[in-house]
């Protein structure tokens, strides 16, 4: 992977919405197959893609010996999951990664396919998709990392709200972490440090309180080295005669900075 500075991943905004687990193997995985699309264009169902161990001895931190095993046994898994998004009309799609698999043993290597419903997802997005350089996850070892620097990355704008009940279901962590002192010690935080030490963004997040409940978080964010202000705008302490304060105050729960200051923004010209 000495070439993954140049690697794009490019996903639908519907997949980082998406609820789904997957472990840090089987991330990486997926990801390290997702970039190669950058160069094919549209896919097909029988394009094949194909991960060596090799490729993942950077990545784990394994030996020789070990890495074409733990290649394996994450594929394996891989296999077996799914993705549940949210479609139009109140509808939910449940569908697989990949339809199938094909180890090569004496090669080191695993030969994957994507599911045909998967596809539209990954292959030819024109509209509503994310992208970054697959170097900025690389480092992580959390499979939360990845996840919540793909929403970062999909909301722009600095400054985003959340649920609680929000986050661990896209996490698929419904029955999970009932305490925020664990969501925080064990997804979060470790979360929150391998953003601001590996990848091409600070973040840090608060948060959101009704009576003695936590029931959201407030992230904000930014990029270490952002562009100049010529090929990306930025927020100043008032948008279109709104202030910043007033904008975060009065911004809505899954809106960005963005969004919000748009809407208020709407409202006032209205008034």
Known sequence: ??????????????????????????????????????????????????????????????????????????????????????????????????????????????????SQDMIPYISQLRREFTQYRLNNVLMFKSNYSIRVYELLVKWSGGSKIVTVEWLKKQFQLEKKYTRIGDLKKYVLDIAVKEINQYSDMNVQYSQIKQGRNVTGLKFEYSLKNPVTKKTKPTFHDKVNGISKSYIEKHARIGESYAQAADRLTRLKNSG
């Not at 997926?30 to 394009?47: A, K, P, R, V, W």
């Open 1 to 114: 992977m000495d070439n993954s500075n140049k690697l794009t991943v490019v996903k639908s905004n519907a997949i980082i919405d998406a609820g789904y687990y997957l472990s840090i193997y089987e991330n990486r995985i997926l990801l390290t197959c997702i970039s190669q699309i950058n160069s094919m264009g549209e896919i097909g169902l029988n394009d094949v893609f194909t991960v060596s161990a090799q490729d993942l001895i950077g990545l784990i931190g394994l030996d020789d010996k070990n890495t074409y095993k733990q290649l394996k046994k994450a594929v394996d898994r891989l296999y077996e999951r799914s993705v549940t998004i949210e479609l139009p009309n109140n509808e939910i799609l449940k569908v697989r990664w990949v339809s199938s698999i094909k180890y090569i043993k004496q090669a080191g290597t695993v030969e994957l396919k994507f």
